[in-house]
């Protein structure tokens, strides 16, 4: 903690009180593992980006290697990214002989002694650990990550922790087993083709016991995987699929794309605690309250919210998914360059969706708006995490935002709780839970790769962020408890004329308002108005349409209802008549 003090003075980085205790709760956990006297659980903490984690962990690292009482304890360090290893290493700037490193990649297994064996800190991913677990389920029998032939004591897991992995697989993924399979085992695709077909009339939430396909036809696995050889979509479907035969699974729609299976898979081992876990996101993620109340296991160490009051948060209220940049991408590409416009002369940082997912190139595009000599950086989604090069950059633009399918969410909610599809059903209130919890974990982690990370005393420096998210994702919503103490404002870069039904829409309610303020105007008096009968397709082409929701947003009309659910239309506070 004395070298950990000195350090951060040397970069005027003061942390508050409240900080400090959090760090301290941080070694004292790694020195109970040294010690041998720390309870086998997953210790978390969920200390924000910036504070010093890593920055606690290297220090412990070098005062455990000084410490002539621990010559015989040993580290183990997992990162989820290869590339994150090399950057820890440099930081920590440890002896070659101390350390070593075990990845897939034979470059960089070459730093440090190159011995795991007798290498007193080993960095590793936390992929490996899976790997090389997955059989025995004993990360003690596993030789691999042993120091002179007895386990590592000290054990640390960087960013985001699981006890398993979430397992979906659709229709449209079964289908791509079908060619490559049918040639060599005919019965078998047959019987998946039938699988195929009764999904898609299978109600969402069914609980269905999956035929054991592998065994009734006696293929294995590894006679799969040779036919479809370095075509990672099939391989994924396929290790999916022949891992859930014979398994309870549940049937989830997933909107247009039709229906998925899900279940999940446990790959966590259980005697890999006591283990620290240093995940920033930790306290805004429900995954972590569903583990602690379905599996147990989860010790979390104090918390220390960063304080967020010189962030202000602009919000433009469109779709910012994958579809919408398909649909709309002109005019989201045209806000992205406006608002860079705005302050031409300062940097900026602007994550997007990969150029695969939308059709279109958004780093392209953007570029192709503003001028050469425009300091903006751009990051994909997937890339959005554990990367500090853009630390300094006051002005980030989260480009959408990333969803995953409704399956995903229920099955990363039955994964934390321990609640297989063999249990029954799984509370749709929990998914809600679990898919807001990732929301925020997304949006933390995004904006947190800019000048947000830095902390100023228990704050952050003056930073901007501009964000796409549709007043459906709920995402606006959870801002200032993602950030207390940021400033959220409306963002309105584009307008766009209103047209169709939208617009008469749009015109009824402002005028009937605008003639009695006080008053509501209804969803059935719209649907009367525009001529329009089905009250589902209403509320999903007009009340779900960014135009007409930005219209009324500007308007300073809100929906409005005397009970649970909202029934029509007021302005913005005004008590209505009675």
């Not at 956990?29 to 910036?50: K, N, Q, V, Y």
């Not at 010559?71 to 930081?91: G, M, N, P, S, W």
């Not at 490996?128 to 990550?145: D, G």
């Amino acid at each position: 903690m004395a070298a950990l003090r000195d350090y951060f003075a040397g970069r005027q980085h003061a942390p508050s009180e409240a900080m400090w205790v959090a760090l301290r709760a941080v070694a004292d956990t790694m020195e109970g593992m040294a010690d041998g006297r720390c309870p086998p659980l997953i210790h978390l903490s969920s200390l924000d980006p910036g504070v010093g984690k890593t920055t606690t962990v290297i220090c412990f690292l070098r005062a455990l290697l000084a410490s002539n009482a621990h010559t015989d304890v040993a580290a183990l360090v997992c990162v989820r990214r290869k590339d994150q290893i090399d950057a820890i290493v440099k930081e920590a700037n440890l002896d070659p002989d101390d350390f070593a490193v075990l990845t897939a990649d034979p470059e960089l297994n070459s730093l440090g002694c190159g011995s795991p064996p007798r290498a007193r800190v080993l960095f590793t991913t936390h992929s490996m650990i899976e790997k090389r677990c997955e059989r025995t389920r004993s990360f003690e029998r596993v030789a691999a990550f042993h120091y002179q032939g007895e386990p590592r004591t000290v054990r640390i897991w960087d960013e985001a922790i699981l006890p398993g992995q979430p397992l979906t697989i659709s229709r449209d993924a079964l289908a791509l087993l079908l060619a490559p399979l049918r040639g060599r085992y005919p019965a078998l695709v047959g019987d998946i083709e039938d699988l195929f077909t009764s999904l898609k009339t299978t109600k969402s939430g069914t609980v269905i016991c999956l035929p054991d396909l592998a065994e009734t036809h006696d293929v294995d696995l590894n006679q799969v995987l040779e036919l479809v050889a370095e075509r990672p979509e099939q391989e994924l479907a396929a290790e999916i699929l022949w891992f859930l035969f014979g398994e309870h699974v549940t049937v989830r729609q997933d909107g247009a794309l039709g229906n998925t299976m899900l279940d999940y898979k446990d790959t966590l081992p259980h005697d890999i605690r006591p283990l620290l876990a240093l995940d920033a996101s930790a306290r805004v993620r429900s995954v972590y309250d569903c583990w602690q109340q379905g599996r147990g296991g989860i010790s979390k160490l104090p918390a220390a919210p960063k304080r967020y009051d010189d962030l202000s948060i602009h919000v433009w209220k469109r779709g910012g998914g994958k579809s919408a940049f398909r649909k709309d991408g002109d005019r989201l590409v045209e806000g992205i360059a406006s608002a860079i416009l705005t302050k031409s002369d300062e940097e900026w940082l602007v994550v997007h969706h990969k150029k695969e997912g939308i059709d279109r190139d958004i780093e392209e595009e953007v570029r192709a708006l503003l001028p050469q000599n425009t300091q903006v950086h751009f990051l994909n989604w997937g890339s959005h995490d554990a990367t500090n090069d853009f630390a300094t950059v006051p002005n980030i633009i989260l480009a959408g935002t990333l969803f995953m399918r409704p399956s995903y969410y229920e099955a990363l909610g039955r994964l934390a709780s321990g609640h297989p599809s063999s249990h029954g059903r799984f509370a749709d209130r929990e998914i809600k839970k679990v898919t807001i919890g990732e929301h925020r974990h997304l949006i933390l982690q995004a904006l947190c790769r800019g000048a947000v990370r830095k902390c100023a005393g228990e704050g952050c420096p003056p930073a901007h962020a501009y964000i796409i998210a549709s007043r459906k994702s709920g995402i606006a919503d959870q801002l200032l408890s993602i950030f207390p103490g940021a400033h959220v404002l409306p963002w309105r870069p584009v307008k766009k004329a209103l047209t169709g039904k939208v617009a008469e829409a749009v015109a009824f309610i402002t005028t009937q308002l605008g003639s009695v303020p006080s008053s509501t105007v209804t969803f059935k008096q719209v649907m009367v108005h525009i001529g329009w009968k089905d009250r589902k397709d209403f509320n999903r082409r007009i009340r779900q349409h960014d135009d007409f929701i930005e219209a009324l947003d500007d308007a300073g009309i809100e929906e409005w209802g005397p009970g649970r659910w909202p029934n029509g239309f007021r302005l913005t506070g005004a008590a209505p008549l009675c």
